[in-house]
């Protein structure tokens, strides 16, 4: 248990700071991006290099999908291997990074439009935050912590909760929304994989909707995605992968710069496209 000498350097640390951290939206596509050396994973390690260093991490991945809105509140969140049929070393990998009880308890208390549950045992770390952080932060010294989805909600829902997280952005907290904007399992071109950038013509065409409608700060149509064009519902099948980016477009707010990373297309129905806000 952290002691009250422990708490309270914490909370020092944890001071508004004239610097607002970036908000981050990650697409981390397949569970080997997070032990392979490639262009995806290169360019999440510059990341963490030029970022400054955040006191602590707050991600909300596509993978811990929940009935009402929870927070990680453990000390030490395990590292959750949610996946089946990939390399035994990959299953091998731990992210020994530290939880944060207290900054759950901060970010609870700030969310007031639902009542938050405080998990300090059952979930952890997915892959949709381990096999990303892990190449930002490889000495897992940085506390994180995972907000789960709500996934019986509306989008709107997602959108207006992250909103009540801003005030986490100027105390050293990063914010991550780790999923994909167009993710499409079924339509997958495994034959096609590894050529780079490949996409069939309606992926191809949803990735540049998305960006000019973020890149516009457009977020309604974005929030009524089902309505933004005839390809939404094959790029979004299913909204657990894309609810994660509504959680970062909630943090931007008009003085925001907006930049794209890793903007490429992956087996014709995935994109591995990123934003970092502000």
Known sequence: MMSLHQFNNWKDGLKEEDERLPVLFIGHGSPMNGIEDNEFSQTWKAMGQQITKPKAVLVVSAHWLTRGTHITAMEAPRTIHDF??????????QYPAPGNPELAKEAK????????????HEWGLDHGTWTVVRHMYPDADIPVLQLSIDYGREPQYHYDLAKQLAALRKKGVLIIGSGNMVHNLRMVDWQ???????GYDWAVEMNSIFK?????????????????HKAATLAIPTPDHYYPLLYTLGLQDEEDSISFFNDKLVGGSLNMTGVKIG
């Open 109 to 120: 208390s700030l969310i007031t439009s639902t009542n938050v549950g405080l998990d300090d």
């Open 212 to 228: 000019e409608k973020i890149g516009n700060h457009n977020h309604n149509d974005l929030i009524n995605y089902q309505k933004l």
């Open 84 to 93: 089946g049929g990939f390399p035994q070393a990959l299953f091998d990998v």
């Open 192 to 198: 096609r994989l590894s050529e780079p950038n490949y």
